[in-house]
């Protein structure tokens, strides 16, 4: 290989290091940014209150020395389950009631997968129980 070559490969290589290096650090301030905004919306009423009364929170001081550490949401009063990175919680299952165009009834949503399974004889336990009912057939004729 020539040294040409060679020293295009070595630049190159460099480069996509670099970048990579960038863009590690730069996502990660980002996120701390995020996650500290996060914790600050929760903590205003608080910190109102502190600032009123002329002290600081936690927090604050943790910011000032340093270490401030990076907690999770915790779930909102008031709901149910846990939230998601924009502080929303949403049911388990879903509670919508959608119709079964096979059979016509009434299904929530988050049962549909299943009901179909049963209703269209597909699925686990549809095919269990018509292999079963298809011997317990066989053997009265």
Known sequence: MSDGKLQGLMEALWEEVQDMVILDVAQGVHRA???KRHSED???SQCKSLKQEGGSTAGQQ???QGNLQ???LA????TKGPVDVFGQSHP????EVVTCRNCNRQVQAGMF????EKCM???RAAGRAASKRIQAQTRLD
Do not use: F
């Open 70 to 72: 990076i907690t999770p």
């Open 42 to 44: 929760a903590n205003s």
């Open 92 to 95: 388990a299952k879903a509670t």
């Open 75 to 78: 779930p909102q009063r008031g």
């Open 113 to 116: 997968a299943p009901h179909l």
């Open 33 to 35: 940014q995020r996650w």
């Open 62 to 64: 943790q910011r000032q």
């Open 121 to 123: 004889g597909k699925g």
